[in-house]
């Protein structure tokens, strides 16, 4: 006896859409599994042997084929457990063919027969859709994740017992269904610290404000403890919620990464901090199976690396075509695969080993190492800093203020409003914030006046600006003007982006 299930497989963020095909013939006792297939996948011979063998049900003495198919692609995962598993039922006579029939099913079984979670289950339903299927079968543990899907019935099952149970009409499992915009009308900022907490820095806080507003990386520079991860923390509080589409694009990133939280849904705006020894790998994504990075990680959200100078130098530079492409890519013998990479870069350091300099009354570092030092950020990289900004020490009558500072739901207000100007403005140019802009838009959205061209000019011969300094300028001057709700950008604005994308010459610049 033949039969078919539909499933499918993870190709980078996609799934693509395969079938699981099962014969029961005479012939030798033997399960053959073929389709072009990873280590993983074989091993579900043994697994569903064993788990329906547990579940009360014995495979016949006789020659079972499993292909999955197309052969061409490259299967992975242990997500064909369980359709392999209701396939052989279903030639068995233990479940009707008609009861799967518009159905895709995922999930990896226990030897108890009991299902367990996989990854990727967002994309994969979302494939099933795509592909008109009316019903998805999923792990119990992955039901929250799959229901946010519109369109698909979602089935959750937790042992092959109760599957079959559901199929047969016996004990009818009810399909789940989340409403993703009241998800979103409640993201859970509670746990982000607020701005109200970080004493004085004035400078820093309205850095942050026009960072967060057009989507710009900035680079803070400061000694120890002036409070510079204590601000960058509190960046995504002042970021604009994310949308529905953004939601679920984040989603499935994390599904696939296996970093969902028990939610199953991420409705805030990622924060990601990795460790200054992280390798490139990590950062960028990749492995045998190549997964998403930091990088995609915090895909519309904020990218923190904490001690810039201390990665490694390959880890830097793998930075810089993210940054301008917004994707990573990345390639392996078998396949191609692409990864977003829209984040918001937001990187902290000290100006020398020490920490101190330029104040010589407790720096004992040299010119020389603290030259080489600030090297280790190559100008490349710095020159895709949108702001550059210093965060002072804070006195100590500052601190001891029982006064708190401005809010971050107050500073959050000012920046959707610049948010709304922008997309407002960009609604048929494909982009959403003023980062984005490329030269043309550029031209066509930063159009200066006779005083304020001849400003920019004057600081691109004296300062020796580069053609992509120049222009992240603009971008800046341009967020500037949005805040202020000022439809042209006028010369405050330019002097404050001039003063952001410049940084200290005390600790750049030590003739």
Known sequence: MYHKINSSTLKGLEAVPVSVETDISDGLPVMDMVGYLAGEVKEARERVRTALKNSGFSIPIKRITVNISPAAIRKQGTAFDLPIALSIMVCMGLVEAKSLEGSCVMGELSLDGSIKGVTGVLPRVISARECGLKTCYVPAENVNEAAVVEGVKVIGVSSLLQALSHLKGESVIPPVQRDIKKLLANPGRGNIPDFSELAGQPLLKRAL?????????????????????????????????????????????????????????????????????????????????????????????????????????????????????KKVNIARAAASYTFPADFLLAAAMNPCRCGYYPDRNRCRCTHAEVRSYMSRISGPLLDRMDICVTADEPGFDTLTNPEKGESSASIMERVEKAHEIQLKRFSNEGITCNSQMNPSQIMKYCILGQRENAMLRNAFKKLSLSARACHRVLRVARTLADLSDSPKIKEQHLTEALSFKLPDAGYFDMG
């Open 209 to 325: 404000e026009v960072a967060a507003s057009g989507m710009h990386n900035i680079l803070i520079v400061g000694p120890p403890g002036a409070g510079k991860t204590m601000a960058a923390k509190r960046l995504p509080g002042i970021l604009p919620p994310l949308t529905p589409d953004e939601c679920m694009e984040l989603t499935k990133i994390y599904s696939i990464a296996g970093m969902l939280p028990e939610e199953g849904i991420i409705t805030s705006r990622p924060f990601v901090s990795p460790h200054h020894s992280c390798t490139p790998q990590s950062l960028a994504g990749g492995g045998s199976i190549p997964r998403p990075g930091a990088i995609s990680l915090s895909h519309r959200g904020v990218l923190f690396l904490d001690e810039l100078p201390e990665f490694s130098k390959d880890s830097l530079e793998i930075l810089r075509q993210p940054l301008e492409d």
